[in-house]
Structure formats: structure tokens, C-alpha cells
């Protein structure tokens, strides 16, 4: 009796430690994914010319030294689908005044488009993303917050901005941009 039960706590031991070896986290499988990005490491220095010559001259916070910037498809069309996957299984979706509101939504973007970038098998280390939060004034509207980045296309990098509520691009008008409340990468 001695040996079949200790026979049993064993294969129950084996069956437990294959079950824990073989479960993953969600971040493993995104380690499968590579987030395109361009070829050029970006100085923040190079980053504050980039938003100053787009009309960006104050409120914008860098917080790495150097940074990679996605392509314009994979935030047109790749992330636009992760995010609005990752949204509905937050539960975050749809506007909910004051708790889940154009602030929250794009903080949450974000941070979706850094977990992505954090787990791309390609990430080149050492780097930030420059995909990151933008709140301004809109026009007639007052406060808003959307998603800024700064994207390789084709052979050019250049400032979009994306509205995460919608999960497309969406353009500014100078006085928007004038009206900068703070961002940061």
C-alpha cells in the first residue's frame, strides 16, 4: 500500500511539474511578434528637434536617452487591431466618463504599444518607443488626449498623431499643436 501511494504522489508530482513547465504567460507569446521598427536610434535631442519642427515647443517629457521609431503601417494597421483587442479585453472600449475617457484610453495605448515593443523579438535594446501620449486643447472642444509617435515611412520619419478611441490617424491643425498640454515618450 506504502509503494502504490507513494507511486501515486509521484506521478502526481510529474504530472504537476509538466503542467507548470507547460503553462505560459500572455508575454510569451507575444515574444513570437516583431514590432517593425526603423532603422535609426534616435538622441532625445534629435527627438526635440523632430517635435519642435512639428509645432510641439513645450509640455513634451523624454524619459530615455534613445529611442526607435515604429513603421507607419504597423500603427495603421497591425497595432490599430492589437489594440482594439487588447481595449475589449480590458473592458475599456467604449467612453465612460471620467473612467475610462479619451485620458485613459490613450494611456492605455501607450502602454500597449510599449508591451508590444518590449516583447518584439527584434527589439533593439537600450531604446525607447516613440509611441507615446499627447494631450492638448481641441479646437471648440477644450482638453483632449490622443497618441503621438514618431514613424518610419518608407524612407522618412515623421510625426503622426493616432487617436485611440477610433484606432486611426488623425490630423492637427497648428493652433492644436500650439496648444500643447504636456506628452511624453
Given amino acids: 500500500m506504502k509503494k502504490l501511494i507513494a507511486s501515486l504522489v ?5 504530472i504537476a511539474s509538466v503542467i ?5 504567460r500572455p508575454a510569451d507569446k507575444l515574444r513570437e511578434e516583431t514590432v517593425p521598427v526603423g532603422e535609426h536610434v534616435f538622441t532625445t ?3 526635440q528637434v523632430m517635435l519642435f519642427t512639428n509645432g510641439i515647443i513645450r509640455g513634451f517629457t523624454l524619459t530615455d536617452a ?17 489594440l482594439n483587442k487588447f481595449l475589449f479585453d480590458f473592458n475599456l472600449r467604449h467612453w465612460t466618463k471620467e473612467s475610462s475617457d479619451c485620458d485613459d484610453i490613450s494611456r ?5 504599444a510599449a508591451i508590444l515593443f518590449h516583447n518584439s523579438k527584434n527589439r533593439p535594446k537600450g531604446a525607447g518607443f516613440l509611441f507615446g501620449e499627447y494631450h492638448y486643447v481641441k479646437s471648440g472642444l477644450g482638453g483632449h488626449a490622443i497618441n503621438i509617435a514618431i514613424v518610419k515611412d518608407k524612407d522618412i520619419y515623421k510625426v503622426v498623431y493616432f487617436d485611440p478611441q477610433f484606432r486611426f490617424l488623425v490630423s492637427l491643425q497648428e493652433k492644436e499643436t500650439d496648444n500643447t498640454l504636456w506628452g511624453r515618450f
Fill in 45 to 47: 535631442e534629435e527627438v
Fill in 20 to 24: 507548470l513547465i507547460s503553462c505560459s
Fill in 108 to 112: 492605455a495605448a501607450a502602454v500597449n
Fill in 10 to 14: 509521484f506521478g502526481l508530482c510529474v
Fill in 66 to 82: 534613445q529611442y526607435v521609431a515604429p513603421t507607419l503601417e504597423w500603427v495603421e494597421k497591425q497595432y490599430a487591431e492589437k
